[in-house]
């Protein structure tokens, strides 16, 4: 609200003329008290005929003065409050007292403590005594002093200090008018002009101490009523007393008597009243008008702000086409850097030219029949950007008949755009329909064509169906930015800008699309502009890539397959990181091979699983995979294990490569062969064995064949010359015939019989029972008893308790062979000797038999344990012995060698049993 | 003195029975044949390479032919064949396995070791005597050997 003029808060503040009046009153008393001191009349009464100020009026004046100043200004300080309160007090008892000396004639002597007064003195009752009335002003302005801070009294307070101010006011007026006519009013109101002065300053003093309450409220109010008040106030004072004093002094010098001068006096009352009446009428007058307007001022703002902030241009142009007003949305419509660049212009500087015409017919249509609806014209901006415009007048008469035209103006360049941009769609499918179509409209691609602000205008049926659309219409004319998800929309408007300008846009771009119903899913788009149809078009590739995620799920599902197959592959498959050897991959089989668990596995290297020199091994192998990019074979490598001990393996590694082309895994596949080559060892070993037993059995059949038939061709032969001998009866012829018969006969019966002996020592075996080497060797010396006494030969045989364990019957064959062989090989050695003894190599025991006959050249000694092997074809052996010994051998677990140092060097024939041992043979009981 | 050398053969043969067969059916024969026996493979060898006991010339005279069994003590037979065909001067004797042996094998091994012909012995008198009279009637009569050279 605007403030009224002569507010008197402008000024001086309230606070301050009360600590004014208050030092007034102070002054006031001192000097007084000074005159009296100093006996200066003047000073006392200011006239000699005025009553003068009395001692103790002087001096409650300086104490009330005091108290109000303080009140006034130091009521903030304790000290200050307690002096101003006792001041206060002090006055306040002093009238009263003064009073009941009045009311009670009494004489408390107070009245000439300070200063002896003559008796007699004008207007004084008792000497040095003050008038009553100033006794009852001292009480109540020492009481309103005392109790001025007690707010709910407020009003007391100032009605007391308010009558103090009146009843003095009286004396004073009687000054002015002549002082005779106090007398009238006796003693009591025999108060000095300073005093009266004096009290009307104490009055509005403690009025102005608390001007917002009480009484005075209403006039320091910034109101009507407290500009009228305090406009008023000065006036409704001063005029009467002027009036009244005019009209005495006309009356005393005699111009008028009295009822014409009290005529006078209530004419010059009236219209002196009157004009201020008037005055402050138009005065009030005057702000309401000014408050109107500021009122007005504000709504222009309001309105303003809101034509400012509204998308609809507002624009009024007078009758030649002349802006008049217009907001900001209009002038942002006309492509103005200012609001000065369009108000005072015409409308056709930013009309777009080839609209100009049009647009001047609409304004004289719209002049005509006085408003025109969705008129559609074209801003063109200083930059060549067209605007597409709606506009809406209406147009109003001013007073002076001059009309203007009220428009509301809408930008509708977006949809006008996406109608133009259907047209287009239009004329571009029909003008290529057979092209176009056949390359795109089929097209498993989701295939957008966009014009070059992003707008739609085709897009194939595989894009209507990624996207969720309906037909075409859903997409021509339609923002591309509106196919993305709303919180991609900002980076698609940016490619569109970026596109328009020609700056650099990536070609291919991940987003998220988004359906009508809302879903979302993330899609791969590739943009390229393209010439179609006389204009360039952008054409968008879309790929679904959750089509693409759906394509990576069933990959991991394959890898899942994969390493489940992997898994559970019977061999073990491992991968480790090229780069360091360590192992990322680990199958159950290789986990069970290792006999350790994936964890332990998975991140270490060979080093730290394997014994050094194996862990270097394949070490060595990774590096040669690795480095030369071959798959490596390895046949056979030991593998110790935790579980399984050492295990043999197969492993074939094999250099991956990334995608890159540079080598990142090396994969390993071992196969545990283990149990197979020890079934391939022990096959191998059964096959050894089978062929030496088929090459023995051929021997065999190939020496009967010829040992057999041998005997067979000397009996046959030798029966046809006995036949023939016979017939020409020679008879020595004939008896060598039937000698060389018997021969071969008897050496067939032999073969026979010692074929039979061999054959049984691979089939028939007595149980194995214990037997002592003495005794085996003793009972066939018993069977050569003859032969060995015949040539004379001495045999030494070993005493030391040895047991041995077999087919007793086989030993004794064993050795009965192998002396016989001794015997019948003694050659002409005239002191034959044979030695049975036992040898200690290690843990077994070696036998022996040695003779010192004739030896055998060392160059046939396994050639004698052949069958049917004779060195000396006059010996009577039919060469089975020897390897009848060492069949037996054999079958007991043995073998048998013969050394010779040659011929005439005797020989020794060596052999070994696997049961054999020092001790003494367990006698069985009973 | 006659200038005319006798045909000589090698005898080599374990079984005394069949040498005395073989003597049977070649002596007697005109022109005169000469037939040395030895008993086994070792024997054989050093005749021929007049080692031991055969290191005279005269009492081990280069043979015409060898007739030689296979299985022979010692050293086999046709370890025999074989050194006999590695000796530039040994080599161009022909040589007749004459053995009860008619198992495939050996005649393979023989003829591969460079054997002159390969006889099985008969099982009876008569087949043995007309294998002779072919084998002598072939040798000494249609047969042509380098002739020896004349001993100093």
């Not at chain 1, 002094?249 to 006096?265: H, N, V, W």
């Not at chain 1, 007005?296 to 008049?324: C, H, M, P, S």
């Not at chain 1, 990959?555 to 480790?576: A, G, H, W, Y």
């Not at chain 1, 006969?745 to 074929?755: F, S, V």
Request: hydrophobic share 45%.
């Amino acid at each position: 609200m605007q403030r009224l003029e002569g507010s008197s808060t402008g000024s001086v503040p309230p606070r301050t003329a009360a600590l004014v009046a208050g030092l007034i009153a102070i002054a006031g008393g001192v000097t007084v008290l000074v005159a009296w001191l100093f006996d200066i009349p003047v000073l006392m009464s200011v006239q000699p005929s005025f009553v003068a100020m009395k001692a103790n009026t002087a001096a409650a004046f300086t104490l009330a003065g005091l108290s109000l100043a303080l009140r006034a200004r130091f009521s903030r300080f304790a000290p200050a409050r307690w002096v101003a309160g006792a001041c206060a007090a002090a006055t306040a008892v002093l009238g009263l007292l003064t009073l009941c000396q009045y009311l009670f004639g009494l004489d408390l002597g107070i009245d000439q403590v300070l200063l002896q007064e003559p008796a007699g003195v004008v207007g004084t009752l008792a000497p040095g005594r003050m008038a009553s009335v100033t006794a009852f002003n001292f009480l109540l302005v020492g009481c309103a002093l005392l109790l001025e801070r007690d707010h709910r009294a407020m009003l007391p307070i100032q009605a007391a200090a308010l009558l103090a101010g009146v009843l003095s006011l009286l004396p004073l007026v009687g000054y002015l008018y002549g002082a005779s006519m106090l007398l009238t009013f006796g003693h009591h109101l025999q108060v000095s002009i300073i005093t009266g002065g004096l009290f009307v300053l104490m009055s509005l003093g403690v009025l102005l101490l608390h001007p917002a309450e009480g009484l005075l409220r209403h006039f320091i109010r910034d109101s009507v009523g407290g500009w009228l008040g305090r406009r008023l106030g000065p006036f409704v004072i001063g005029i009467p007393l002027a009036v009244g004093w005019i009209w005495l002094r006309g009356e005393s010098l005699g111009y008028f008597d009295a009822p014409l001068g009290t005529a006078f006096a209530m004419v010059a009352m009236m219209i002196l009243f009157a004009c201020l009446i008037c005055w402050s009428a138009s005065r009030l007058n005057l702000a309401t008008a000014r408050q109107r307007e500021e009122a007005l001022r504000v709504g222009e703002r309001q309105y303003e702000a809101l034509a400012n902030n509204t998308d609809t241009g507002f624009v009024v142009l007078d009758g030649n086409g002349i802006v008049v007003s217009a907001n900001e949305p209009y002038r942002r419509l006309a492509g103005a850097v200012r609001i000065e660049d369009v108000i005072g212009h015409s409308v056709t500087e930013w009309t777009a030219p080839d609209e100009r015409e049009s647009n001047a017919r609409a304004v004289a249509l719209c002049a005509a029949r006085g408003s025109i609806q969705d008129f559609e014209t074209v801003y063109q901006h200083a930059d060549g950007t067209r605007t597409h415009i709606s506009v809406n007048a209406t147009v109003g008469t001013a007073p002076d008949g001059r009309i203007h035209i009220t428009s509301f103006c809408r930008n509708i360049t977006v949809r006008w755009l996406a109608e133009e941009a259907r047209g287009r769609a239009e004329q571009l499918l029909l003008e290529n329909s057979s092209r176009f179509r056949a390359f795109v409209e089929q097209a498993p691609v989701a295939i957008g064509v966009f014009d070059p602000a992003g707008l739609g205008l085709y897009a194939n049926d595989t894009f209507l169906r990624r996207l969720g659309l309906q037909g075409l219409e859903d997409v021509v004319g339609r923002p591309a930015v509106e196919f993305f998800a709303p919180r991609f929309r900002e980076e698609s408007r940016e490619r569109t800008r970026r596109r328009s300008l020609g700056l650099p846009v990536p070609a291919s771009f991940e987003s998220v699309a988004v359906r009508p119903d809302g879903s979302e899913f993330p899609v791969q788009l590739s943009v390229s502009a393209i010439q179609l149809a006389n204009e360039v078009v952008n054409i968008a590739f879309l790929t679904d890539l959750s089509e693409t995620r759906l394509a990576e799920e069933a990959l991991r599902e394959s890898n899942q397959l994969v390493e489940s197959i992997v898994d559970n592959v019977p061999l073990m498959i491992f991968v480790k990181e090229a780069k360091d050897l360590r192992f990322v991959t680990f199958n159950k089989a290789g986990e069970a091979l290792l006999g350790l668990d994936r964890k332990d596995l998975l991140g270490k290297s060979d080093r730290e699983l394997f014994p050094p020199e194996q862990a270097a091994f394949f070490m060595a192998k990774d590096r040669e995979v690795l480095d030369t990019g071959v798959s490596l074979d390895i046949p056979e490598e030991p593998l110790l294990t935790a579980r399984n001990g050492e295990r043999l393996v197969h492993t074939r590694k094999v250099c991956i490569k990334g995608t890159d082309g540079r080598t990142k895994y090396l994969l390993g596949i071992s196969e545990d062969i283990t149990e197979r080559r020890l079934e391939e060892d022990r096959l191998k070993r059964m096959s050894t064995h089978l062929e030496e037993k088929n090459a023995e059995l051929e021997r065999f059949t190939y020496t009967i064949s010829h040992d057999l038939k041998s005997p067979l061709v000397t009996v046959r032969t030798f029966l046809g010359y006995l036949q023939r001998d016979l017939q020409s009866r020679d008879a020595d012829a004939v008896a060598e015939d039937i000698d060389f018969v018997l021969g071969a006969t008897e050496k067939m019966a032999r073969i026979l019989d010692e074929l039979l002996q061999l054959s049984r020592v691979g089939y028939r075996t007595n149980p194995p029972t214990e037997v002592s080497l003495q005794e085996v060797v003793t009972e066939a010396l018993g069977l050569l008893a003859g032969p060995i006494a015949t040539r004379g030969v001495a045999v030494e045989v070993a005493q030391e308790p040895i047991v041995l364990t077999g087919d007793r019957t086989r030993l004794v064959e064993v050795f009965l062979n192998l002396l016989d062989n001794a015997v019948k090989n003694m050659g002409e050695q005239a002191t034959p000797r044979i030695v049975v003894g036992v040898e200690s190599s290690g843990d077994s025991l070696t036998f022996f038999v040695r003779d010192n006959g004739i030896g055998i050249d060392p160059r046939y000694k396994d050639q004698i344990f052949n069958l049917f092997e004779k060195l000396d074809p006059d010996s009577a052996g039919t060469g089975v012995g020897l390897a009848l010994v060492k069949r037996i051998v054999e079958v007991h677990g043995g073998r048998i060698w013969m050394e010779s140092a040659g011929p005439g060097q005797g020989s020794t024939f060596r052999f070994t049993l696997s049961r054999a041992r020092r001790g003494a043979v367990m006698e069985a009981a009973g | 003195m006659s200038t005319v050398q006798p045909f000589l053969i090698l005898h080599v043969e374990d079984d005394p029975a069949h040498a005395v067969i073989v003597r049977r059916n070649l002596a007697g024969t005109q022109g005169g044949t000469r037939l040395n026996l030895v008993k086994d493979g070792r024997a054989a060898l050093d005749y021929l390479f007049r080692q031991g006991v055969f290191c005279d010339p005269e009492s081990s005279p280069r043979p015409d032919l060898i007739v030689m069994d296979l299985r022979l003590p010692k050293v086999d037979g046709l370890e025999v064949l074989r050194q006999v065909k590695q000796d530039a001067g040994l080599r161009p004797i022909p040589v007749v396995v004459l053995t009860t042996s008619g198992a495939e094998r050996d005649i393979r091994d023989a003829y591969a070791m460079g054997v002159t012909s390969y006889l099985v012995k008969p099982t009876s008198l008569q087949e043995f005597t007309q294998m002779m009279d072919a084998f002598r009637r072939y040798w000494l009569e249609l047969n042509h050997l380098p002739s020896r050279p004349s001993p100093l």
